[in-house]
């Protein structure tokens, strides 16, 4: 089924590239709708990412990507297809919020590597400068963010496509690795203190 992330995706090249013997079949044509409508589950992606990257666009027209993170949860849901970040202190160069100012178009790539999901985004941003909202997206379920926030990010998202997962590698935080093998640590620690009992005994 066409979808409108493929109507603002799909140029006249595009099309004609998937016209081109050995492409890839080319989905039909969907007419413009408005917006696609956020599902629970691209809303569990979104508010459950703890990284992403954010691509704008500079006024000389070039695609410009950053990388943007936070502790799980920094990214919220205002409700309907709008979503929100609190914008922390970086190198002072105002690169993406300047492309933001000038064209609000952006993308976002999230991605879930351990379970090889990744969702592609479309939105229309704006700077917020709201200090009632940037206090409300510094909380997250663990606490407060520590880290200085400037200003907000606020998306209305417009289209959205989820990817394949053939070609993504999964890849573990710290954390995510120690949720996984520490069963098994814990189990190597009883036996190591029941060894020592039986040693202790015979002994």
């Known amino acids: 089924m066409a979808s409108r992330y493929q109507t603002i995706a799909y140029g006249d090249a595009t099309r004609a590239r998937q016209h081109a013997p050995r492409s890839a079949e080319t989905p039909p044509l969907s007419s413009d709708d408005?917006?696609?409508?956020?599902?629970?589950?691209?809303?569990?992606?979104?508010?459950?990412?703890?990284?992403?990257?954010?691509?704008?666009?500079?006024?000389?027209g070039w695609p410009y990507v950053q990388y943007r993170s936070g502790p799980v949860g920094f990214v919220h849901h205002l409700g309907g297809n709008q979503i929100a970040f609190a914008d922390f202190r970086g190198n002072r160069q105002f690169v993406s919020t300047g492309n933001i100012d000038a064209d609000g178009r952006v993308a976002l790539f999230v991605a879930d590597y351990p379970l090889r999901k990744r969702l592609k985004v479309f939105g229309r941003a704006v700077v917020s400068d709201?200090?009632?909202l940037l206090e409300r997206l510094r909380h997250v379920d663990d606490g407060v963010i520590s880290a200085v926030c400037e200003r907000s990010i606020v998306i209305d998202i417009e289209a959205f496509d989820w990817n394949c997962s053939r070609s993504l590698v999964p890849q573990y935080t710290d954390v995510q690795v120690r949720e996984r093998v520490q069963p098994?640590?814990?189990?190597?620690?009883?036996?190591?203190?029941?060894?020592?009992?039986?040693?202790?005994?015979?002994?």
């Open 34 to 60: 408005g917006p696609q409508e956020l599902t629970s589950r691209e809303l569990r992606m979104l508010t459950s990412a703890f990284q992403f990257h954010l691509a704008t666009v500079t006024e000389s």
């Open 130 to 132: 709201d200090a009632h």
């Open 184 to 203: 098994y640590i814990d189990r190597i620690t009883e036996l190591q203190d029941a060894v020592a009992a039986l040693k202790a005994r015979l002994a």
